[in-house]
Every structure is written in C-alpha cells, then in structure tokens.
C-alpha cells in the first residue's frame, strides 16, 4: 500500500480565484446585521469627521473576526483581504485607528457600545425566547430552574509581559485582572471591567459596579427572576447589602448565592455541627456523591453501608452563628441570610490547612438569601449547595472566553485594551446567539473552538450570476447542511427597527 501516494502529482500553487477562507464567518456578520448590532454600533460611534470606515461596521467586523479566532489584530486580514466576499472591509490600520478612537472616547465612549450591545439584546433574546418557548433554564444536580436569570460574577487574571499598562503581580502571577458577569442561561457575557493586575479578587467597588452592569444588561422582562452567585470569598458587606436592597424591590425576585470567608468564628460552629445533621450532597446529575470504600466487596452496585463512602455532606451553620451562646455573631449582615458550609474528602495530595487537616475534611462556606421555607426540590441543603456549585461553570465561560479575545490582550495601552475587550465580549456574545438562534443538537452547545472548526472556517466559491452572488459551500464539508439552514434562520429574522 503506498500510504504516501496522495503527495504524488500535486503542486500547491497561489493563484486561485472566487475561493473564500472562512466563509461560515457570513453568520456571525449577518447575524451581527439583522439583530441590529451592527447599526447600533453605527450609531453609537457616529463621527462628524467624514470617514472611509463606519466605526460601528469596524467594530462589529473585529467581534466577528474575534469569533472566528483572531488573536492580535492583524488577523483581521481574513476579512479584510476578502473584499469579494465581505465587501470593502477595514484594513488592519484602519482597526487600530477605530480602537484608538474608542481608548480616547474613554468610559463614555465604552458606555455607548454597551448600550449598543445591550439594545440588540433585547432583541435577541425575544427571538431567543420565540424559537425556543423561554430563555434557557438554569442546570441545578440534573433538574432545570426555569423562569430564572442568573448572573454569574467571577474574576479571572489574564497572564501578559510587564510592557502592558495595568500588567502587575497579583496573586497568579503577573498580568491585567478582568471582572466578568456571565448569563448562566445563554452562556454569554453580561459586563466586563478590565482591571489591572493588582486590582483584588473580592474588591467590593468593583463587584457592584459590574452586578449593576449585568442587571443593566439583562432585557428588562427578563430581570423580575433573578439568581445572581459570586465565588469564592466575594461577600464583603457592601455586595451583600446591594444584593439584599435588590432582593427587597417590590415586584421583583433575586437569589443570591455567595462565597463565604472560613475563618475563626466559622470554624467554632463546625466543631459544634453534630454528625447527624450533615445531609449527603448530590453530583451535577442529582446522584449522591459516594464511591466504593477501599475495602468493599466484589458486588460493585452492592447496598452494604460500610462498602460505600460518602463524599460531601451539606449542613446549614445559620442557627450555630446566629443563636447560639455567644448571641448573634451575624449581626449587621442582612437579617435574610442564611449561611451553608460543604464538607468534602480532599483529593491526595491537595494542600489542606490545619484545621482542615485535623479534621480531615476540606470546607466550603457560602451565603444565600432562599428562604427556609422554599418548597420542592430547592428548598433542601443538598439542591441549595447545587445552586451555589452551578458557580463552577463561570469557569467554562471564562475558559472560552481566553479563546475568544479576553486571553490575549494587543496592546500596551490599558484603555486600548478595554476597547478590544469591548469587541472580545460582543464576540462571545454573537456565538451565544447563533447557538441559540441558528443552531441544533451537539452544535446548539458547542464551545467556540468547535463551532468555528466545524462552522466558521469552512470554505466556499463564490460565483456572480445576474446581480447575484453565490457562495458555495463545499458540497462534501459535513456540516454545510447546518451552515445553510443556520444562514436561512439567520436571514428570517425580523429586521431590526
Ligand atoms: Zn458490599
């Protein structure tokens, strides 16, 4: 068998014509057009000087290139060097310019984009809620919250060379800070604050100001239900007193779910929880954390109670710190809350602290606000811990995300790097969309990488006719059918007013 006969006769020449790179990219650019981003852009950077390039084209143009995988900025030659396909797009210059212009117009000018972005939320998420009945519901322990808008708020450090303003050490390592609100029902970014490295992981200022921007940015008919969770140790006393004033509004609901500091006067009431009130935590499926003890017998699905160790408990530490002998040491937080702690057996090897490593436990504080008499499913310490855990898939959006423009920042200018973290949010966001909007199965909840492997990258000839052109997509590339219908979706959307 000659298993290099393929290389046989072939030459790679330069010449070709009417073939397009990257043609799946004329979904994400038309559905940045007929939501309406595109125009909205357009208008918040309007100019009064007369330009080549529409700045708001310039910009939606970047979050497309952005969704396609572009890193630094001269990637965005795969639009700009495809005039044929994507008309007289931006040239490299002309995008630095663009983002230079947005650093000068400062938070003003980041202000309009956001507005920009958040009306053609509005739009979207109607069609969003149209097409599928409602906005997603929320995944808790394999049952679905539906009815609910959760915003997810996380801080993650993005690594880059001390020649970057705002690049300092922090406790990662070295480089800029980013905020980040996430929508847990559609996967995409609400707000973003690019914070410099120093900048603290629980610095209240900042988390209020980026909850306000995500609540901002949640359509109105869909912030009356809202579920908004903080990790780690994000309680300090000016988050939890906004997060109570807003679950306080007449007319409106809001959960919280927030990391909780252990420290000494948590660790007293843990040595005071009696045995039996640790309730056995459930798995992101709904099934009770458990594994096979070392010594169990050979029947692996067996009901013997010493052949299985439990994993995790729950338990509820409200009562401990508020009524007990040394009266109520919560006293001055918002009278609503409750707090949880989880127990969970280390992993060998993690690093415990002391208390931890006598007890041989590893614990997890949080705080909420769900009332004790919830009823059904949520209402139990093992579905409440689930609620809080939801938290870990922020994880999942900021890991996408560092492949979609906020892993990488171009340049050394802070307030440069804001503008391109603008196009790096509308990005991810766009890909919210056509998943939502334009696409099935396996697709409908594909990461970014997957969706432009299989998608945006997929080549096509492009042939004038008439007055028309048109662009074939490879008949043999296994997901030209999906391309097409997803086009098809994407051109019968109601045309922005
Ligand atoms: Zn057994």
């Given at each position: 068998m000659n298993t290099t006969g393929w290389l046989k006769g072939l030459r790679v020449t330069a010449?070709?014509?009417?073939v397009v790179s990257h043609a799946g990219v004329v979904l994400v650019r038309a559905l940045a057009d007929n939501i309406g981003l595109t125009a909205g852009l357009s208008k918040a950077l309007a100019s009064d000087r007369l330009l080549v390039h529409d700045r708001g084209r310039v910009l939606a143009d970047l979050a497309c290139a952005i969704a396609d995988?572009?890193?630094?900025?001269?990637?965005f030659r795969v639009m700009g060097d495809q005039a044929e396909l994507f008309g007289l797009a931006a040239s490299v210059p002309t995008v630095w310019r663009a983002l230079d212009e947005i650093a000068r117009g400062g938070d003003r000018a980041l202000g309009k984009i956001t507005g920009a972005v958040n009306a053609a939320r509005r739009r979207a998420w109607a069609q969003i809620a149209a097409r599928h009945g409602a906005l997603p519901g929320i995944h808790i322990a394999g049952k679905r919250l539906e009815g609910v808008t959760c915003i997810r708020l996380d801080a993650t450090v993005v690594t880059c060379h001390?020649?970057?303003?705002?690049?300092e050490p922090n406790f990662k390592g070295f480089g800029l800070h980013p905020l980040l609100g996430y929508c847990?029902?559609?996967?995409?970014?609400?707000a973003g604050m690019l914070r410099?490295?120093?900048?603290?992981?629980?610095t209240a200022a900042d988390h209020l100001t980026v909850l306000d921007a995500a609540i901002a940015a949640v359509p109105p008919g869909f912030r009356r239900k809202l579920m908004v969770t903080a990790d780690g140790?994000?309680?300090?006393h000016a988050l939890l007193a906004r997060l109570d004033a807003l679950a306080a509004r007449r007319g409106y609901e809001l959960t919280y779910s927030v990391g909780w500091v252990l420290g000494e006067r948590e660790r007293a009431a843990l040595r005071l929880?009696?045995?039996?009130a640790w309730q056995i935590a459930i798995d992101g499926r709904g099934q009770i954390r458990e594994r096979r003890a070392?010594?169990?017998?050979?029947?692996?699905?067996?009901?013997?109670?010493?052949?299985?160790?439990?994993e995790a408990h729950v338990t509820e530490l409200t009562g401990l710190l508020?009524?007990?002998?040394?009266?109520?040491?919560?006293?001055?937080?918002?009278?609503k809350m409750r707090i949880f702690a989880r127990r969970e057996r280390p992993h060998p090897g993690a690093q415990l602290t002391l208390f931890e490593a006598e007890d041989g436990w590893r614990y997890t504080l949080w705080v909420t606000n769900?009332?004790?008499?919830?009823?059904?499913?949520?209402?139990q310490p093992a579905y409440i811990d689930a609620a809080h855990r939801v938290h870990a898939r922020v994880e999942d959006a900021i890991r996408t995300g560092k492949d979609t423009?906020?892993?990488?920042?171009?340049?050394?200018s802070l307030a440069m790097n804001k503008a391109w973290q603008a196009a790096a949010l509308a990005a991810a966001t766009l890909l919210a969309w056509l998943r939502l909007l334009a696409l099935d199965g396996t697709l409908a909840k594909a990461e970014p990488k997957t969706l432009r492997y299989r998608l945006l990258h997929a080549a096509a000839k492009l042939t004038r006719g008439g007055r028309q052109r048109r662009l074939h997509i490879a008949?043999?590339?296994?997901w030209a059918t999906d391309i097409l219908t997803a086009w098809d979706r994407i051109s019968a959307l109601p045309q922005p007013p």
């Open positions: 010449d070709g014509t009417g995988g572009a890193e630094v900025i001269s990637d001390s020649g970057k303003e705002g690049a847990d029902n559609t996967s995409e970014p609400l410099p490295g120093s900048a603290g992981s629980n140790a994000g309680a300090s929880v009696p045995e039996q070392e010594s169990a017998c050979a029947d692996r699905h067996c009901g013997h109670r010493r052949c299985w160790i439990e508020r009524e007990g002998s040394a009266g109520d040491q919560l006293d001055g937080w918002p009278p769900r009332p004790a008499a919830t009823k059904g499913w949520l209402g423009g906020i892993g990488k920042y171009p340049s050394t008949a043999s590339w296994p």
